[in-house]
């Protein structure tokens, strides 16, 4: 009852439509059992069965003056039945379904919404194929619930109650027998249905594993390709199949075991039936017509049984997916704006880091520890260390990806956490290695979270970011990019996400490590650009190839979650420790792989002459 109470709680916004479906679906449960009730008064009108004046409440002829015909009048009734029993299903079908479909589309609105406002660390817990699961097949099959499968119920349920209390006005004794099947039916199809439910869960999380195995696979081909692991990857694939295949048979023979053990039971209660029956007919207590209507609609209530029997199944798989998404839905991970949040304008005056320590929830490792720092307006601010030294997650919490467990962050004076969240990021421009572009139009893609922008402002932020002649070549600003940009290179990638960093013209930029993949060609170019984009503007760079920071006006050395050393590249360097070691052991590197080359290169020429 819980979960019919979440499922009718998907329908309540739609009550008036539900309402209009629900008596038309009583409609048809009536005019089914009026059209059996009919046959009662077929048989008893037909000569030499001794019933032709053993009229009752549910025989035409009682109604009908003396000396009418009764044969056109239920001829008439047979269609007039038939016809509002058909329309009444058809209109409950129809108006079912479209509740359904807005079940679904709010449903689907509400997880995305939902997802799209959680923080960083809940996309670290659930794989991207778990949440598309969610938003698609979960409510899918909770639509399915709503459009067909509460619909077949209602329906079934009430025609089998509409022939049930038939049966009961042609012969109550008869009828009250017939129920002490009820409970062993009832026993059966709750046991039924709860091994379903188990099943369907493990279905669910059995096509989880096969989508992320593929999702995997399909956008790591290159790797896949070149370690040689085709097979492999096919091994493990056809494993997570066989387990998706193992208990889908598993759900199928629940599913259609249920079917002919009902079956079974209605047989028992139709022999039953045949005996006892046979004796009232001989005693005159049930005419002809009784027993022929009796029968036919007993045969018909085993049908809506049958049937209620395997929607009750396939609901408890819906219940198991909706159970999923009330579970994805009470996770709460958001950060929100606190009730006195202000909004800012710009930076007018410096960023400040106040002890900040952070750790990641349920873990009991710290990022960072006592972080002490102070950004002033305009400076150039780099991040260097060691990878998980917190570069990274020092640039998060300032755009509050996360808040930090200990500790603030003030900008003029402001606590980030008593700042609007669409302020404070509509402040900050963010530049990571790791390029996201949407498979859309170069247009869009730069000018993403700024519609308001013309064509002229476009164009400009592209030629200031030196990717005006890259897009020009490949079309013009329409063209599409391609899924996560793949149609472009590294360096264009780059370029892109600048000009549209140059677009938002905001007065804090953040670069992660934005040249750290690239080519020397393609860092000269996005370097030009970046130099672009930095003028004015406060700057925090996570930086990976220090020479590339020798003009930060402070660099900033972090070892293991702390700050160990700050500086202008001349004074860390004078200093030596961790920055004089990291700068040369890439810069002996460089010389090591010049070497290198210029090495092989002699020695190609050689082997040539």
Excluded: C
């Excluded at 479906?21 to 009919?38: H, K, N, P, Q």
């Excluded at 459009?147 to 012969?171: C, K, P, Q, W």
């Excluded at 320590?357 to 490792?365: I, T, V």
């Amino acid at each position: 009852m819980k979960d019919f109470r979440i499922l009718l709680k998907h329908v309540r916004p739609y009550a008036g439509l539900f309402a209009l479906a629900f008596f038309l679906m009583t409609l048809v449960g009536v005019f089914e059992a009026g059209r059996t009730a009919l046959l009662k008064s077929i048989i008893d009108l037909l000569p030499g069965n001794g019933s032709e004046h053993a009229f009752s409440r549910l025989d035409v002829h009682r109604y009908l003056p003396e000396g009418t015909n009764a044969w056109p009048v239920i001829a008439a009734l047979l269609v007039v039945f038939t016809a509002i029993r058909g329309f009444s299903e058809y209109i409950s079908n129809v108006l079912m379904w479209r509740v359904g479909i807005n079940v679904v589309v709010d449903l689907r609105r509400r997880l995305y919404e939902h997802i799209l406002h959680q923080s960083s660390e809940f996309f670290t817990d659930h794989p991207t194929n778990s949440l598309t699961s969610h938003i698609i097949s979960d409510s899918e099959r909770v639509q399915t619930a709503v459009s067909s499968l509460l619909a077949d119920l209602l329906r079934e349920g009430l025609t089998f109650l509409s022939l049930f209390a038939l049966v009961l006005l042609l012969n109550w004794r008869l009828t009250l027998l017939m129920l002490v099947i009820g409970p062993i039916v009832y026993l059966l199809t709750v046991r039924f249905g709860k091994r379903l439910r188990r099943i369907a869960h493990h279905t669910q999380v059995n096509t989880e594993e096969v989508l992320d195995i593929a999702q995997e696979t399909i956008s790591g081909s290159r790797i896949v390709k070149a370690f040689g692991m085709e097979r492999f990857e096919q091994r493990r694939f056809l494993r997570a199949l066989t387990d998706l295949a193992g208990t889908q048979v598993k759900a199928a023979r629940v599913v259609y075991l249920s079917s002919p053990i009902l079956e079974m039971l209605g047989v028992v209660i139709a022999a039953s039936f045949l005996l006892a029956s046979q004796k009232m007919i001989s005693r005159g207590v049930m005419t002809v017509g009784d027993f022929a209507a009796y029968i036919v609609a007993l045969l018909q209530m085993y049908d809506p049984l049958r049937k209620l029997s395997r929607i009750q199944n396939y609901f408890q798989q819906s219940f198991a997916a909706s159970a999923r998404i009330y579970a994805l839905l009470d996770t709460h991970t958001e950060i929100k704006d606190a009730e006195d949040a202000l909004a800012i304008t710009t930076l007018k005056d410096k960023i400040e880091i106040e002890n900040i320590s952070f750790k990641y929830r349920d873990s009991a490792d710290w990022i960072l520890k006592g972080v002490n720092l102070t950004v002033n307006r305009g400076e150039v601010v780099a991040l260097v260390g060691l990878s998980g030294a917190g570069k990274t997650t020092l640039s998060n919490l300032l755009m509050r990806f996360y808040d930090p467990t200990t500790g603030r962050i003030l900008i003029d004076g402001i606590d980030v956490r008593k700042v609007r969240l669409g302020s404070l990021r509509k402040q900050i421009g963010l530049v990571t290695q790791d390029v996201i572009l949407f498979n859309d139009s170069f247009k869009n893609n730069i000018a993403y979270g700024s519609p308001e922008y013309d064509d002229a402002s476009i164009e400009a932020a592209a030629s200031a970011a030196y990717a005006h002649d890259f897009i020009m070549e490949r079309g013009d600003y329409g063209t599409i990019v391609g899924e996560r940009g793949l149609k472009l290179s590294g360096g264009e990638r780059q370029r892109v996400a600048i000009a549209r960093a140059i677009l938002k013209n905001a007065p804090i930029l953040i670069l992660d490590e934005a040249t750290s993949s690239l080519d020397t060609h393609s860092e000269r170019l996005v370097q030009r650009a970046l130099s672009n984009l930095m003028q004015g503007r406060t700057t925090i760079v996570i930086a990976h190839r220090l020479t590339t920071i020798h003009r930060a006006d402070k660099i900033v050395v972090l070892d293991r979650g702390q700050i160990v050393d700050v500086g202008t590249h001349q004074e860390l360097m004078s200093r030596g420790g961790i920055y004089r070691d990291l700068y040369d052991l890439q810069f002996s590197e460089a010389i090591s792989d010049q070497s290198s080359a210029s090495a092989f290169r002699a020695q190609r020429s050689a082997v040539i002459d």
